[in-house]
């Protein structure tokens, strides 16, 4: 804070006194030569925040939306709530006339003012120039709208936006953002605000689930009142192990399909180091993030060190039930989650017998391409090339090649998408 103590009256120069921070006198030889004068600002460390408090000058809404909202699967449920709210808001007032800004483009938009047209309204553009609030009954803007941020934040005039990043300014709600592909579940009404209506309880935004782009408010005010709300359905991406251990554990919902393969190895897109590349079980589409888990048993021919390697893109782990007790995460020994293109991991193998072992291959795709192959090498510390040297690996299943370590029967696998 500054405080100025007095004023020049008789040549005397002005005094200030700062709280808080350093000051440097208009002679300080610390000011750069020529300064104007004394400087007052020292550096601030710790966090600020101003608000603005203001009463609105006349009712307010604010809407999750957006302009390019398809309007042909609307529910008209919604839409009899977006009717009451306006009736709400221009209550009492004898004219019809609405400022719909801008009055032009948008699905989202266009099924707003049909519906304002209907009801008796009178719908124009904002001519801009001076604010004639005498001359409307209603504002509506909408993201496509003017960029002249308080335009409308002091009118007294009802008023309705869905401009997230304006709502800060116009002191509706703090600043919002903009959400493309969000699926919006069903619409539950809060106690019985006027705005709705009468409506209550729950109903669909559209007819159809209907992935849009939405203008999303901030965090609300004290003293507002919520009439709608709804549960924001995020979609859950596969990109580390932890989700594949839901996907295998039910706690995580997913469509699985079941396959087999007789050779460690599985692509969809990536070349990875041996050309085997047995098919994604259901072969899912691209878009979406999925994971693959394979089980099945290795033949060890003879105790000794193994060398183990996992080749993936993008992530994944193998495990190995040495001591013959079930799979878990003692069991790991290769874990790879970087996801960045096909990487190559190895480890060495202990089998202190002869005989047969469960393992457990788990690989996840979280986009572009994706690949995963278990490779096995007599001998600890097999040298990892770029290829894999065959001379010295093989794939886990390949039987064109004797080696100590076989599959004993196929490799069950299951696809997880979600």
Known sequence: MIYQEGFETEGEGVRY?????????????????????????????????????AVAADRRAVMNWNHTIPSENISEDFLKVFDSTVAWLTQGRSTKQVYFIPNSGGTGATILKDRLEAAGFTVSDDPLGPLDTTAMDLIIRTPASEPDVTRYTFAAVPYLSFVSTLHDDDLLTGFGQRVNNLEVGDLTTVGTHPALGGKTGSFP?????TPATFDLMGFLPSGATPVLTYVERVPVTVN??????????????????EGSTAVADIAAGEVGDWPHDAQVPGSPDGSVTYAVVGRGQIQVAAAGTYSFHLGVDDGGRLRIDRNKNGLDAGDNVIVQEDGTGFLRVAADVTFDAAGTYDFEWVSFYTGSNFGSEVSVARGAGAAVAVPLDGSTWQALGDTSVTGDIALNGAIALTTYVI
């Open 17 to 53: 006194v700062s709280e808080g921070r350093g000051k440097l006198d208009f002679d300080s030889p610390d000011l750069p030569v020529g300064f104007p004068g004394p400087s007052f600002w020292g550096r601030k460390s710790e966090v600020s925040f101003v608000g603005v408090r």
């Open 240 to 257: 580390n192990l932890a989700k594949v251990d839901q996907l295998i554990a039910g706690t995580l919902e997913s469509i699985k399909t």
């Open 205 to 209: 935004l559209f007819v159809e689930p």
